[in-house]
Nanobody
Framework: QVQLVESGGGLVQAGGSLRLSCAAS????????VGWYRQAPGKQRELVAT???????NYADSVKSRFTISRDNAKNTVYLQMNSLKPEDTAVYYC?????????WGQGTQVTVSS
C-alpha cells in the first residue's frame, strides 16, 4: 500500500508563492497518474492538477497559468508550484492517484492565503 506525505504549506500573502511536495512510499507510484486535490472549509474536495507518468499535465481552470505540477519518479515525489496565490486558494492540499481505488489519503498540508 502506498503511503502519502504532503508538505510545504503555510501562510502567505496574496500574490505570493508556495511549493508543495508529496512523497510516496511504494513501487507503484511512478506508473500512476497523480493529482493534487484541495478541500476548503465547507466545500467538497476538488482536483486542481494532474500529471501522467510521462509528465503530461492538466489543470483546473481556476489555477491554470498560476500552478505547475511536476514529478520526480526516482524520488517518488510530486510537486505543486503555486504562484500568484489568491485568498480563494486557501485549503488543505492533498495528493493521490486518479481513478478508482485511490491510495489512503495523507494528512494534507494547509495553505492559507491572506488578503
Amino acid at each position: 500500500q502506498v503511503q502519502l506525505v504532503e508538505s510545504g504549506g503555510g501562510l502567505v500573502q496574496a500574490g505570493g508563492s508556495l511549493r508543495l511536495s508529496c512523497a510516496a512510499s511504494g513501487s507503484r507510484f511512478s506508473i500512476n497518474v497523480v493529482g493534487w486535490y484541495r478541500q476548503a472549509p465547507g466545500k467538497q474536495r476538488e482536483l486542481v492538477a494532474t500529471i501522467t507518468s510521462g509528465g503530461s499535465t492538466n489543470y483546473a481552470d481556476s489555477v491554470k497559468s498560476r500552478f505547475t505540477i511536476s514529478r520526480d519518479n526516482a524520488k517518488n515525489t510530486v510537486y505543486l508550484q503555486m504562484n500568484s496565490l489568491k485568498p480563494e486558494d486557501t485549503a488543505v492540499y492533498y495528493c493521490n492517484k486518479l481513478g478508482s481505488a485511490p491510495w489512503a489519503w495523507g494528512q494534507g498540508t494547509q495553505v492559507t492565503v491572506s488578503s
